[in-house]
């Protein structure tokens, strides 16, 4: 059977085939541009990378063009072989805590959410009208980012301010990057041969966004973005957490309204507004070696934010078993992984550095009492294995 993974943003499309249970990538792709003037489609199938010019006008039409692609490559033979498409929608709020059956109801629902994800959850919507559109004998499956995080306490998710600004605005830590953080919980248990459901794991998701969740027998109990994925831990542009009396401060000091003061801190901080060279952790690791003295001071500010949370999520669950990287920096960079993981040898932290420089999945040594994974993010795959299960009316829990 065969189940599509979405991911729509407001001018893109991304796109993988699952042929399921086994798992195995039919094709994947994204169309990119959507809306401009030079629309382009990049897929891949068997290997082989293919970028087009397409001539596309929004998302309804490349849903037409990925039909026409999967037809005339035979990748089907038919659209009703495809059971199922899985569509990533990233604030779900407090009213969806699992994935969810999207009908007209679910919809409404999504874009009402959108007071909280101004951005992301109108192009959502607008992919799941596309595909809702072109292939409405499907079962169209709504994946949130923020789902995973449901199972936080009301002392985790709730915020020190006036309890009426709860009750009204639902103003409440939400938590983003579930999909994933979920994802890389049940592989650490499937490579360590254990249940989840009994293991203490933190999950370090290190990419343009970094977040790190704390995930107690398979459930998570605290994660560090909230309200929005500002907060948390310093990242490629956002700042992650400050003290929210900078804002005015800021505001005054430079006589820029509140909408350019909430720019800089989700668009020109982090590493670019420390390093002042680049959002790219790459790029920011290049200079340093070379004594750029700014970005030698944003790598030790990322390194020190994501310690300083790895030691407060020990704490807060009393343990870890194990500790995760994932995302475009944990998994490639052997340098964030040992200087994080060095100096842990209180916590029986003990990193395998032959390993570690290697990118293996798992970097400890033998005796280390915490096991390190490094585990590639794949939230298309965990998207599908939502969509399968509830198309085969199975928990994801029952399946892996
Ligand atoms: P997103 O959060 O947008 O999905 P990614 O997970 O792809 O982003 O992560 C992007 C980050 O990963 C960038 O800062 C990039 O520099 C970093 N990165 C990608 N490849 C490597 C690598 N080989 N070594 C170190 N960092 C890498």
Redesign the pocket.
Known sequence: MKIMAINAGSSSLKFQLFNMPSETVIIKGIFERIGFETPEMIYTIDGKKTKEKVSIFNHGDAVDLLIHLLLSNHLIEDLSEIKAIGHRVAQGGSYFKSATVIDDFVVGKIEELAEFAPLHNPASVQGIQAFMGKMPDALSVAVFDTAFHQTMAPETYLYPIPYEFFQKYNIRKFGFHGTNHHYVSKEAARILNSRIENMKVISC??????SICAIDHGKSVNTSMGFTPLAGLMM?TRSGTVDPSIVPYMMEKTRTDIHGILSILNKKSG?LGISGIS???????EAAKWGHERAQLALKMFLSRIREYIGAYVAFMDGVDAIIF????????A??RNDILSNMTYLGVRIDKDLNNRNAISIHQPDSKVKLLVIP?NEELMIAREAWCISERQTVAEFK
């Open positions: 998701h290190l990419g343009n966004g970094v490629g590493f959002n790219d952790y790459r790029d920011v690791e994932t995302g475009g920096i944990g998994e490639n960079s340098v964030v993010a």
